[in-house]
């Protein structure tokens, strides 16, 4: 079930069909999911950016996925990849007419699409990770204004980062985004849209001027040394290192038992990237119960051999909790699946049914809900019967096909979200 589809505008082909019924004329509609891009800027005034855009196909039993080419941009694209496997895909830049001929439903006839052939059917309740890798050129979204570099671009895409060109500082972004230098010395510059549209972004730079030399020397006859050691901070964080929020792709969706149980059913997905590694092991929280876990790989549909291990058992089986004390009520519940090759990656989801007393249950005649979520991404679905009457969280609010109140709560910093709900009976 993908209780987070969001049109996502012009970065999305939202109507594209990758295949046709035997025997019929029409096709499906294309959706997707986990959308991430990343624009790398080219040298300020060749209006270049790399784009390495991350999305999962999830249209059951397609076989093609079409991207479409914005209007004003003159696309090079440099390959696409199966990120489950790490194979390279074969693509083909066709016009809205040979997309509608593949079954590209309300495509507009003067666009141009880049056609993936998946490398295997998109699997039901999973999907197809593919990495698209292309530069555009496009002076109107990248441009010099004076000394200023700007990149300024409506983009649909709930998770995206811009790394500005080397030697350059940012000035100006008008949306809250995280900071980061990267490994090379790229500033990165990052952002999660909470919003129900695409943002107006604009990111501002400017040159940096030439690093100072630290060697001692001599500059006009005046003898030049680098500057003496000062104290370092005592209490500031000096060795913590930023995540990109953005870049996350961990989601979790709850599904509220009624009160009386103290219980909800749970899905977690989370891709495994280490080489090597052929286990995922959840830690259950202290006060909480797990119960019919299962888990498979999105990216198949396989189904995995679980194990909920408690105590001694956990390091009997050899499963290391990183430095965690293990005590007798120590749970874990450990998916095992093919160890990852290297270039590839596994797409998981797991589920069980949680049981907390202490956190889920009735405050009187009401429904209260009281945890920590620390993920970027969560959804939250109260049960049958009963409406929402606060949330200490800001949440988007829809209602599920059956009628039930759906929460959605991203978090766009990398911290906990304490989130409380309180809902009543309708009837």
Known sequence: MNVRCRATLTCVAVLAAGWRPAGGDEGFVQSEEDAYTRYELAAPGSARFRILYDVTATAAGATLYFNPIREGSAPTVHGVTDRASGATLEWELVAAEGAAADGLRGADHAGLFLRVRLPRAVPEEGGVRLRIDKTYEDATSYRLEGDRLVFE???????????????????????????????????????????????PYRVEARRLPPAPSTTPGVEGGIEVRPPASVEQPTSARREHETTERAAEDREIVYFLHQPETHSFFLYHDTTE????????VNVVRPGSRASEPSARVLDTGE???????????????????????????????????????????????????????????????????????????????????????ESSMPAVVDLTEAGEVRLRLDNDRPDELQVLLRARRRD
């Open 303 to 389: 189904s995995l051999e679980v194990e909920t291990l408690r105590g001694a058992r956990i390091a009997a089986r050899g499963i290391d909790l990183e430095g965690e004390p293990v005590t007798a009520d120590t749970e874990v519940v450990v998916i095992w699946f093919e160890p990852v090759r290297e270039g590839a990656s596994t797409r998981l989801r797991i589920a069980e049914t949680y049981a907390d007393a202490g956190r889920y249950g009735l405050d009187g005649d009401e429904l209260l809900w009281d945890r920590a979520l620390g993920r970027s991404r969560n959804t939250i679905v109260l049960p049958p019967g009963w409406w929402l009457t």
């Open 153 to 199: 671009r409506s983009l649909g895409v709930e998770r995206n980062a811009v790394v500005l060109p080397a030697g350059f500082e940012l000035t100006a972004c008008n949306h809250p985004s995280q900071v980061a230098v990267e490994a090379d010395g790229r500033v990165r510059v990052s952002f999660v849209n909470l919003g129900p549209g695409p943002v």
């Open 273 to 280: 990237t280490r080489p090597g590694v052929d286990r995922y």
